[in-house]
T-cell receptor, first 116, second 115 residues
Framework: DAGVIQSPRHEVTEMGQEVTLRCKPI?????LFWYRQTMMRGLELLIY????????DSGMPEDRFSAKMPNASFSTLKIQPSEPRDSAVYFC??????????????FGSGTQLSVL | AQTVTQSQPEMSVQEAETVTLSCTYD???????LFWYKQPPSRQMILVIR??????QNATENRFSVNFQKAAKSFSLKISDSQLGDTAMYFC????????????FGAGTRLTVKP
């Protein structure tokens, strides 16, 4: 199994530009999560999809952030326009439907975003 | 609300020795899951070990084992025969059943294994 695949690994952009982060979950997993990691706030859940449907987006910081999951094997997190305070590591994670011992998350390698 | 506390921001250990990382949590739940994740310099979050609260037996994975004390709400990670590749941030995490979208993480412990 290839695991959760994220791209790009690094992204450097200028303030005001649009940024799109991509994620391919583990095949067969029907839950997908976007997290943001910063030194100050640690790991924060931004949004959670189940069966491609956004279930909880209460962690999305502002309207500048949006996420989609058009099919079971692909998700995007978009920031438009980007700001320097968006600089962080963004993780995608996936899991099976919770229950029957499926409570565990598998993370991708993250995207290091730097907004100048 | 559930909280996870890691009181050791940084630790170090000599190669081949044993080290224990501490984690405490606060919950009123009786059944839940606890995790240790490793984040090496490569940045990926890697699941090291998982414990189900209703199981009294401590989980083990090769050189990694936990000391789960449910009454004390303590969940420490022991790394035996430390290797240079164990150098990483280690995060303790808590999750209630059926709540994959509510995993609570501690602040992390930075472990350095010295040659």
């Amino acid at each position: 199994d290839a695991g959760v695949i994220q791209s790009p690994r690094h992204e450097v952009t200028e303030m005001g530009q649009e940024v799109t982060l991509r994620c391919k979950p583990i095949s067969g997993h029907n839950s997908l999560f976007w997290y943001r990691q910063t030194m100050m706030r640690g790991l924060e859940l931004l949004i959670y999809f189940n069966n491609n449907v956004p279930i909880d987006d209460s962690g999305m910081p502002e309207d500048r952030f949006s996420a989609k999951m058009p099919n079971a094997s692909f998700s995007t997190l978009k920031i438009q326009p980007s700001e320097p305070r968006d600089s962080a590591v963004y993780f995608c994670a996936s899991s099976l439907t919770p229950g029957q011992g499926n409570e565990k998350l598998f993370f991708g390698s993250g995207t290091q975003l730097s907004v100048l | 609300a559930q909280t996870v506390t890691q009181s050791q921001p940084e630790m170090s250990v000599q190669e081949a020795e044993t080290v224990t990382l501490s984690c405490t949590y606060d919950t009123s739940e009786n059944n839940y899951y606890l995790f240790w994740y490793k984040q090496p310099p490569s940045r990926q979050m890697i699941l090291v070990i998982r414990q189900e609260a209703y199981k009294q037996q401590n989980a083990t994975e090769n050189r990694f084992s936990v000391n789960f004390q449910k009454a004390a709400k303590s969940f420490s990670l022991k790394i035996s025969d430390s290797q240079l590749g164990d150098t990483a941030m280690y995060f303790c995490a808590f999750m209630k059943p059926y709540n994959n979208n509510d995993m609570r993480f501690g602040a992390g412990t930075r472990l350095t294994v010295k040659p």
